[in-house]
């Protein structure tokens, strides 16, 4: 069949669903790309993996072939018909993870880990090394000042540089290179999405005043964490370690399990509403999220008297995930008289659950025993302006960014991944972009610079010969004596420098 009559047919398939008369042609229309990434480790020796006994010195922190594919259907409708246009959208991925297979000093372990109940809404076939995945499936349906979005999708409602304030919706998958992808990309391919339910309705009455609200009906998808052994392994200890017995003192040496509710938030809904304003070329938003923690709080469990399961001999962690009220806004100006934009986000997060402070359980063994709550605000304001640095005919793009994270309460008795959390955290970030030779090479740098003596630094050069062939050059660096767990001070040894070879089609 021809892609002309795909379009008859699909149009009329379209006309037996909407019961309407008559519709125009409909189009179908595919993109895609295919890329070949490494990400040679600078620093080797990951201490997760260390403190696991398992390989830790790999040669690579990454290599990976990734192919996807965009179909989409667009048919419009006739005036008369109770829609304008339906459009149908589909995301095809294959993901072959080669790290394990070609980098040395690397052990065994699944380059896909995220498992749950009825995980068949990630509509993907995977083995420990090659995933293919129907990524994105929705259909959108306009008519007038009102459209419909049904499917697995993304919602994107903040705009943050190298850091998430409001673009929570989706969580995220880390389990391949974390968050560090280059700037521009950087979310784009990591944002799992969820099977919601999405609509917009623009006013009459208030030009430039629209409403967008959505709910996911019970698919809770939790963060996607690497799997233990994998080069970028971000937990010390095991899931579910056995006892050991010895024939001397001290005899026992207990196991340790790992008990996570993830299952029974499965089924839950999660949603969401926001109103979008515009006064004079200031718009901004107000919105309101209840979803349910996608990381979770990892503590002694309570269901053991001293968190010790006698039956099994273990010390049993449990990994609680609680349903957070999120409240928040954002604006974006144009600032004429200085020819830039000026952007912020805010978020608050009453009674957010944290660890509490850690307790020595045995020897040299200490764990949060509690869970504590505290009332949590970040804002991020940011300004962006396309500037003449150097003499050349085209402008440097230069975005300035502070993100501040303020939490209530004593911030004594806050532990994050078993390591003591500031009451207040404050970030800066520098993004720069410079093309020249119209366009075909530009040169980026991102910096997150951490007030308390951590930094993340990222250059990179970008090659584009014609219209199909992209070609990246960049490096991650993390330095800074901040060496706390979760600071960007402690991820010095994923240090690395990163080639990717596309082709867009």
Do not use: C
């Not at 990951?46 to 192919?67: H, S």
């Not at 709910?215 to 809770?220: E, F, K, Q, T």
């Not at 200490?366 to 640095?389: A, I, M, N, Y």
């Amino acid at each position: 069949m021809n892609r002309r009559q795909l379009g008859k047919s699909a149009a009329a398939l379209a006309l037996l669903a909407t019961g309407v008369a008559s519709a125009a042609e409909g189009r179908f229309s595919y993109s895609g790309f295919a890329r070949a990434q490494a990400a040679y480790s600078l620093k080797h020796d990951n201490p997760n993996n260390t403190a696991l006994g398992l390989p830790d010195d790999q040669d690579f922190n990454l290599i990976k072939a990734l192919v996807v594919a965009d179909l989409e259907y667009n048919q419009p409708f006739e005036a008369g018909a109770p829609i304008d246009n339906m459009r149908i959208f589909t995301r095809w991925r294959l993901n072959k993870d080669l790290t394990e297979a070609w980098s040395g000093g690397i052990g065994d372990y699944n380059a896909f880990p995220l498992d749950y109940r009825h995980e068949g809404t990630l509509a993907r076939a995977e083995s420990e090394s090659t995933a293919f995945e129907l990524w994105e499936a929705f259909a959108d349906f306009r008519a007038g000042r009102t459209s419909l979005r049904l499917g697995r999708q993304n919602i994107v409602w903040g705009e943050a540089d190298a850091l998430r304030l409001l673009d929570i919706v989706n969580p995220l998958d880390l389990t391949q290179h974390m968050s560090f992808e280059a700037g521009g990309e950087q979310f784009d391919h990591i944002r799992i999405p969820v099977w919601a339910l999405r609509a917009q309705y623009q006013f009459r009455r208030f030009a430039g005043y629209s409403i967008d609200a959505f709910v996911i009906p019970g698919d809770y998808v939790p963060t996607a964490l690497p799997d233990r052994g994998a080069p970028f392994n971000q937990l010390p200890f095991p899931d579910n370690a056995p006892p050991t017995v010895l024939p001397v003192a001290p005899f026992l040496i207990p196991g340790l399990r790992v008990d996570d509710n993830l299952d029974d938030r499965r089924g839950d809904w999660e949603g969401g509403v926001r109103l979008l304003g515009d006064i004079n070329g200031f718009q901004y938003t107000l919105n309101y999220l209840s979803k349910i923690d996608q990381d979770g709080v990892t503590t002694l469990s309570g269901a053991y008297p001293g968190g010790f399961d006698p039956s099994t001999l273990q010390v049993v962690l449990a990994n609680r995930r609680k349903r957070l009220d999120i409240y928040g806004a954002s604006f974006n100006w144009f600032w004429a008289q200085v020819g830039g934009v000026l952007r912020g986000e805010l978020s608050y997060t009453p009674n957010q659950p944290y660890a509490g402070p850690l307790v020595a359980i045995a020897p040299g063994v200490d764990l949060p025993v509690t869970t504590v709550e505290r009332d949590t605000v970040k804002w991020v304001v940011g300004f962006d302006r396309p500037t003449f640095v150097f003499p050349t005919e085209q402008t440097m793009n230069i975005s300035l960014q502070w993100f501040q994270t303020r939490r209530g309460g004593d911030s004594d008795g806050i532990t994050i991944l078993n390591g003591p959390a500031d009451k207040n955290e404050t970030n800066f970030s520098l993004f720069l972009s410079q093309p020249v030779m119209n366009s075909q090479v530009w040169f980026d740098f991102l910096a997150v610079v951490d007030t308390d003596d951590a930094y993340w630094w990222q250059p990179q050069v970008r090659f584009t010969p014609g219209n199909h062939w992209r070609v990246a050059v960049y490096a991650n660096l993390f330095t800074g004596s901040e060496q706390r767990p979760g600071r960007l001070g402690s991820l010095s040894w994923a240090n690395e420098f990163n080639v990717s070879v596309t082709y867009q089609f």
